[in-house]
């Protein structure tokens, strides 16, 4: 179903250029449609830097915690592999109950950090979203643009780069 309407638009774009081109070379006042990335307005935005750094944050906090537990659980492997001629049937098992114990916890831990990070993650985008929506509709109208791109969706297989709005937009973002 979204092949047959990729193909029309991506011959709406390609088609149209080429016959411009081979007319006249227009300039982008005369042009009526534009692009713009959203992945890289939101990487250069103010927004979006705030966002990347919080997430690393948190990436950077969850990774040392994991060190550390991750240390632990070595060290109550070797423990128990140092003394494991030392004890008893029942005192080893209780040790090697503790270790699987403390396996399973990590690993709880580990799905607990993995899903907190894509809560917050989902939250700064959908937050920077809201300001990306108002932002490129005020440069599309600005510009009196029929139709803009998403590059990122990966129909653009070619353009002038003076038909890159994402600039504009992120300064429009970035606006108080």
Same mark, same amino acid.
């Given at each position: 179903?979204?092949?047959?309407?990729?193909?029309?638009?991506?011959?709406?774009?390609? &088609?149209?250029?080429?016959?411009?081109?081979?007319?006249?070379?227009?300039?982008?006042?005369?042009?009526?449609? =534009?692009?713009? $990335?959203?992945?890289?307005?939101?990487?250069? $935005?103010?927004?979006?830097?705030? =966002?990347?750094?919080?997430?690393?944050?948190?990436?950077?906090?969850?990774?040392?915690?994991?060190?550390?537990?991750?240390?632990?659980? @070595?060290? #109550?492997?070797?423990?128990?592999? @140092?003394?494991? #001629?030392?004890?008893?049937?029942?005192?080893?098992?209780?040790?090697?109950?503790?270790?699987?114990?403390? @396996?399973?916890?990590?690993?709880?831990?580990?799905?607990?950090?993995? =899903?907190?990070?894509?809560? &917050?993650?989902?939250?700064?985008?959908?937050?920077?979203?809201?300001? #990306?929506?108002?932002?490129?509709? $005020?440069?599309?109208?600005?510009?009196?643009?029929?139709?803009v791109l998403n590059e990122d969706a990966g129909v653009v297989a070619w353009s002038d780069p003076a038909l890159?709005?994402?600039?504009?937009?992120?300064?429009?973002?970035?606006?108080?």
């Amino acid at each position: 179903m979204l092949k047959p309407l990729t193909y029309a638009v991506a011959l709406f774009v390609v &088609v149209p250029s080429a016959a411009l081109a081979q007319v006249a070379p227009a300039s982008t006042a005369d042009v009526r449609l =534009a692009y713009f $990335s959203p992945q890289r307005a939101f990487y250069e $935005s103010a927004d979006g830097k705030a =966002a990347q750094a919080k997430l690393s944050s948190i990436q950077a906090e969850t990774s040392r915690q994991i060190e550390a537990q991750n240390a632990r659980l @070595q060290a #109550l492997q070797n423990s128990l592999t @140092q003394s494991a #001629l030392l004890l008893n049937e029942t005192a080893r098992r209780a040790r090697e109950q503790e270790i699987e114990k403390f @396996q399973v916890d990590l690993k709880r831990f580990v799905e607990d950090a993995q =899903a907190e990070f894509l809560g &917050v993650q989902r939250q700064l985008e959908s937050a920077f979203l809201a300001k #990306l929506r108002p932002a490129l509709d $005020s440069v599309a109208r600005s510009r009196g643009l029929l139709l803009v791109l998403n590059e990122d969706a990966g129909v653009v297989a070619w353009s002038d780069p003076a038909l890159d709005i994402t600039p504009e937009v992120v300064r429009r973002v970035d606006q108080p």
